[in-house]
């Protein structure tokens, strides 16, 4: 298998980085002088937008009157409110049943959905002008960023992993699915003969048969890039291998796709024309088991140059797992900063700090300290401080003004005058393991309607998200005590079942075996009143005791409720 390279590799390096060495001048150009970069940035996207509706009725048209960069963006902020997902939903409703012209010009490309704070998902548009300028030409440079991590990536197959290009359509016919889908089918022609999948294979919504096809191909090949934005992806994709390595080696000598899994009619027949009767390398699969027993990621690919993923903030537990099964010259670039809302910036070295593009977005932060400030002081990109952390506001040529990214990130450093960050975590009631962004309220909800449902009420309970696990408990003190813990699993079956109808990414990531099943525990009589006397007791002040009911799993809160357990 080794050496087994994809013909014209260098032709592939040398056009990536031709485009890519164009789009890096323009950000180097940008680097020198940050705040001028941002006020050209927005003056262009308040030019873009000023004749709609929104642009209107939040003087656009006046804002842009301001002569120097402070003062505009002073008269930006006055004008225009600091805003979250609900802000903009009425006007993403009209342009989803038709309307042109409202929160940008025309009509979206299309719509991401993801989930949002209550149960209905976030509809994210994303503009013709957004698609083209800023994920067309960040992609070509993230490209270009993984040949200048190792000039190996593209030399064989790419594995990637992304959602469903179009999974539906809005009331107007514009179609909503996964901009990592539409991305994947929208890469340079020299990039998608490399792929190791079709497209279709995406399609596949039985998660197990997913992976099954696209490891049964990935493995196959001799496999030099993988891409997918979380790390627990590429734990389960081997936990799948595991479960199914023979089936595979069946598969690739016979040049066939497992007949009882769950795929499509027209997947399979997509399939049809990439598989056929491989021997030698079933032959060599073989072989790799009867040598390690466990084959892992640096057997089967052993050339394996770039592992593109995230591994900052929770994710880092899953990427720690996985990191000693490639090969000890992979290479494991960070994702960067990235979310449905906007792709914010890139992470152009091996190292793990997304470069923020002040070229193509504006920017705005609210200090660590002062987020539950009703009246915070909203800092400009140019003026932050390595090694703080931040709250982040994005404006977008998507129709998103002084958006709440809910995301605490810290400054790492300086690329030029533009600061480099990391996520550090959800803020405001969100946590999230792999993505799926639970909200407190949406948890909350979850355990009243099971209230309802199974007619057992809970005096007070919580939840705690635990990355090591890669799951929630969930503690109960229930009004019967004499509830057992058959009966606190089933509730906890019915909590789990009704999440899954409120929150979009929290069912995706249990369909995909990502999120595990959550965890119940019983709690004493009187468990909330023992928490509290015990953290006043540390000095807590009793007039402002406040505790959040969903929580990412810490060494401060969650030991106190361990300990108030039913054995």
Known sequence: MKGQWINGWHKINFAIGLVGMIYRHKLRKASRNVEKAQEKTLRGILEYAKDTVYGREHDFEGILKAKTAPELFKAYAEKVKMSDYEDFRPYINRHMHGESDILFPGKPKMYATTSGTTSEPKWIPITHKYFKDVYGV??????????????????????????????????????????????????????????????????????????????????????????TANPSTIVEMQNNVNEFYDDYVKDIENGTLKADLDIPEHVREALKSRMTPNPARAKELRELKEQFGTVLPKHYWPDMAVVNTWHCGNTKIYMDKIRGAFPETTKF????????????????????????????HYFEFIREEDIDNPNPEFLPLSKLELGKRYCMYVTTCSGLYRYNMNDLIVVTGFNGT????????????????????????????????????????????????????????????????????????????????????????????????????????????????????????????DGQFKLMLLLLKDQKRWPKFDKLVID
């Open 418 to 541: 533009i600061p480099t960050i990391q996520f550090v975590q959800k803020v405001n009631g969100i946590v999230t393991l792999t993505g799926e962004k639970l909200h407190e309220r949406q948890f909350i909800k979850a355990v009243h309607e099971a209230e309802q449902e199974t007619k057992m009420a809970t005096k007070f309970f919580i939840g705690f998200a635990d990355p090591e696990y890669s799951g929630y408990h969930f503690y109960y003190e229930f009004a019967d005590q004499a509830t057992s813990q058959a009966q606190a699993e089933e509730f906890t079956k019915v909590v789990d079942a009704h999440l899954k109808t409120i929150n979009i990414e929290y069912d995706a990531k249990r369909a995909s075996f990502r999120v595990k099943d959550p965890v119940t525990h019983r709690l004493q009589e009187n468990a909330f009143e023992k928490f509290k006397a015990e953290c006043i007791s540390e000095g807590a002040r």
């Open 333 to 360: 670039p960070e994702f960067g900063y990235f979310a449905s809302e906007c792709r914010a910036g890139l992470v152009l070295n091996e190292g793990d700090d997304t470069t923020l593009f002040a070229h193509m």
């Open 138 to 227: 960040m992609n070509k440079t993230w490209l270009d960023s993984l040949i200048r991590c190792n000039k190996h990536a593209f030399a064989g197959g790419v594995v990637t992993i992304v959602g469903k290009a179009i999974e539906g359509y809005a009331p107007d016919g514009t179609v909503y699915g996964s901009v990592s889908g539409v991305s994947f089918t929208n890469c340079p022609d020299f990039v998608k003969v490399a792929y190791t999948s079709p497209a279709e294979v995406f399609e596949i919504k039985d998660y197990r048969a997913r992976y099954y096809t696209i490891m049964r191909f990935g493995i196959e090949y001799n496999s030099t890039v993988l891409i």
